[in-house]
């Protein structure tokens, strides 16, 4: 049975940092990380692939967020600093799937809440 389990979400104030985790049971070739706000698409953050490590990352995030992956551990993480208001969505991670396209990945999370006040 696949699961995908999200924690490390919450309340911080802008500029601040928050780490999200990811653990799962499915070993993927590429894993992301998406958010979401009411009314609006799933946004792709980044992503990464298990072997060679290479990144992608969303415009909007690049410079600020972190993606990495702890193989042996089977977590998943999200390093996310310099947080703006807009960062405020909920955090969902995915697996099974390539670069940031929601449509690309077949399993999912339940999602982390995260909330950024000015």
């Known amino acids: 049975q696949v699961y995908l389990a999200e924690s490390g979400g919450g309340s911080v104030q802008a500029g601040g940092s928050l780490t999200l985790s990811c653990t799962y049971s499915y070993d993927s070739y590429c894993m992301g990380w998406f958010r979401q706000v009411p009314g609006k698409e799933r946004e792709g953050v980044a992503a990464?692939?298990?072997?060679?490590?290479?990144?992608i990352y969303a415009d909007s995030v690049k410079g600020r967020f972190t993606v990495s992956l702890d193989n042996s551990n089977k977590t998943l993480y999200l390093q996310m600093n310099n947080l703006k208001p807009e960062d405020t969505a909920m955090y969902y991670c995915?697996?099974?799937?390539?670069?940031?396209?929601?449509?690309?990945?077949?399993?999912w999370g339940q999602g982390t809440q995260v909330t950024v006040s000015s």
């Open positions: 990464i692939w298990s072997i060679g490590g290479s990144t």
């Open positions: 995915a697996a099974d799937g390539r670069g940031l396209s929601a449509e690309h990945f077949h399993y």
